[in-house]
């Protein structure tokens, strides 16, 4: 987009993950103008990055929440083939997940994964003096009476002033509403569904709410000038944008009794039913050998004629410059000739004595460096941290700078402020960017990745189509050959619905309607739900036109990672059920 159209502003979605001061900077950096942060930030967070990242900021202040950070949801896509990243979410976490304990067999009744609205436009006063630059209202898959209640309450909370709750309650709600990110209170009041009694209040409302836009709303600040002599009237009307439009009056002015400013003041203000809205003092009359009357129609009608005019304007498309770019053709990649395994590890007690036999890279947390022998440092990859809330930027930083002269073979990285932290020294993506094209791998290399995983939401037919390179150079491709999914990072906890941190041992189950049970595990400020099949491919050496497989282990004891292992080196089938993901089905 930069290279086609330089002048496009650019503005950096909520689906980029965006969570942290790094991220912000790097956007900036790479000329975007605009960040829409992550919704989970508390107040201090947005404070933080708003004064330091150098770019606007925006924020989600009401409507539906994500249960897991946006950009990094494969949920949908692995459960039901419609990809949360490219906009087809079937919104999963809305269908019962029950964190209880259940027998096996018994379906999950509880909505443990449902997030009441957020809403937050009471505050909407105070993120404005932040410098918070844009509010957001999340208004997807909703009615134009939603649309109504949600604007006409920011309107009001902006300046701070009272709105009606109840009503915006009745508009939608899942049980009302939650500021609990904002407030940096995370626990089990925020979560909710919505109810028979949610929807027929809402029903109820809905005559009340056509009336909130049943007239346009005059949004559009313009300034007016009128000018009256002796032969006749102009009005002159000018937008923000210095568009501007005339009328002439044919009406013949007469001398006037007494000072007529203030009732054509009165006159031209009568902007109702339109776009535009004039302030008193944005209005300019001018009377050359004056005072002079004209009827309040002759008025009127000025100010009517004038208005459409400047909509007509205002309708004219006005495009920016472009370039012509050439956009190659998309490579077609042949099966290369030798293809690496590489392992990742949640922790050290997972890895296996022999885990470096047939293993070009091991993979395994930053917070486990000091785990690693210095023999096997030269084949370690670091994994940051995918979502790095509060202080835990500022902490990674710190575990990079330490370990940059370590013997470390590099860094796995994840999220786009990571490629700041991480300037100039060995990289290696992981899925967490969600790689899924040419351009994308292509920008990645540029900017420093030596090798990359593409998403496993991209078809086979797609991933041989993915070929960056470095200085004439290919730069190798991998995909996930073996790993339960991280369907889920969250930083609202499911598990908070039936108990508190302080008698939590950070493991849980989410069971579905169909009886199915979803791992949890809690670290690091945040959840992560696992698909409870694995992903399995090491059967298939040859299916995917990538350059290395990725065993990704997360639930198994070091004794099942070394079987694994062993199933993949010799190609054996899987004991067990496991999917193939999304590499022969893709996305809708």
């Known amino acids: 987009i930069g290279k086609i159209a330089p002048q496009l502003p650019r503005h950096g979605s909520t689906q980029m993950s ?89 379906p999950g009744r509880l909505h443990h994964l449902s997030l009441k609205d957020n809403s937050v436009i009471d505050k909407l006063d105070k993120l404005q003096a932040l410098g918070v630059a844009s509010a957001k209202i999340e208004g997807r898959l909703r009615t134009p009476e939603y649309v109504a209640a949600a604007v006409s309450a920011c309107l009001a909370g902006r300046e701070g002033r009272a709105y009606d709750r109840d009503l915006l309650k009745n508009a939608f709600s899942r049980s009302g509403f939650t500021s609990g990110y904002l407030d940096g209170k995370i626990d089990g009041t925020m979560f909710g569904v919505r109810s028979e009694a949610d929807a027929e209040q809402t029903k109820k409302t809905l005559p009340m709410l056509r009336e909130l836009y049943r007239r346009e709303r005059s949004r559009v600040p313009v300034k007016m000038k009128l000018e009256i002599e002796e ?12 568009s501007k439009a005339f009328a002439y009056g044919d009406a013949e002015p007469q001398p006037a009794r007494t000072d007529p400013t203030a009732s054509l003041h009165r006159s031209l203000a009568k902007t109702g039913g339109t776009p535009f809205a004039v302030e008193d003092q944005d209005i300019t009359v001018e009377m050359d050998g004056g005072p002079w009357f004209i009827p309040g129609g002759a008025v009127n009608e000025l100010r009517r004629e004038a208005l459409d005019a400047l909509l007509k304007k205002r309708e004219v498309l006005r495009p920016w410059p472009t370039t012509e770019e050439h956009v190659p053709a998309l490579p077609l990649r042949t099966l290369p000739s030798r293809r690496t395994l590489r392992a990742r590890f949640e922790n050290w007690e997972q890895v296996p004595e022999r885990a470096l036999d047939g293993i070009e890279y091991l993979i395994l947390p930053i917070a486990q460096a000091d785990r690693v022998p210095r023999e096997w440092r030269a084949k370690t990859l670091l994994e940051l941290p995918r979502v790095m809330f509060g202080k835990l930027e500022e902490d990674t930083a710190r575990r990079i700078a330490a370990t940059q002269d370590a013997g470390f073979a590099g860094y796995e990285v994840s999220n786009i402020a990571h490629l700041r932290l991480c300037r100039g020294l060995p990289m290696s993506g992981s899925f967490g960017l969600n790689i899924t094209n040419q351009l994308a791998a292509q920008f990645y290399a540029d900017n420093g990745l030596g090798s990359m995983l593409i998403l496993p ?56 309607r169909k009886a199915k049970k979803f791992p949890v595990r809690c670290g690091l400020g945040v959840r992560t739900i696992y698909n409870p099949v694995p992903i399995y491919m090491g059967d298939k050496p040859g299916a995917l036109t990538v350059d290395y497989g990725v065993a990704y282990f997360t639930l198994e004891s070091r004794e099942e990672a070394a079987k694994i292992l062993e199933m993949i080196r010799t190609h054996a089938p899987f004991e067990g059920d496991f999917t193939r993901g999304l590499y022969f089905k893709g996305t809708n």
């Open 231 to 242: 032969g006749g009237e102009k009005l002159t009307v000018t937008d923000a944008d210095g």
């Open 457 to 512: 939401e991209v078809k086979d037919s797609d991933i041989s189509t993915i070929a960056p390179t470095h200085n004439g150079r290919p730069v190798p491709t991998g995909v996930l050959v073996y790993g339960h999914m991280p369907l889920m990072i969250t930083r609202a906890c499911p598990l908070q619905n039936i108990h508190d941190c302080a008698h939590c041992d950070k493991t849980g189950v989410l069971t579905d």
């Open 18 to 106: 965006v969570h942290s001061l790094q991220g912000a900077l790097e956007l900036k950096e790479l000329g975007f103008t605009r960040v829409v942060l992550a919704r989970e930030l508390s107040m201090p967070e947005v404070e933080h990055i708003t004064k330091h990242c150098g770019i606007e900021t925006e924020c989600f202040v009401h409507g539906a929440l994500c249960m897991c950070v946006s950009g990094q949801c494969y949920m949908s896509a692995f459960l039901g083939g419609r990809s949360g990243n490219r906009g087809s979410c079937a919104g999963p976490c809305r269908l019962p997940f029950e964190a209880n304990a259940l027998p096996e067999g018994k």
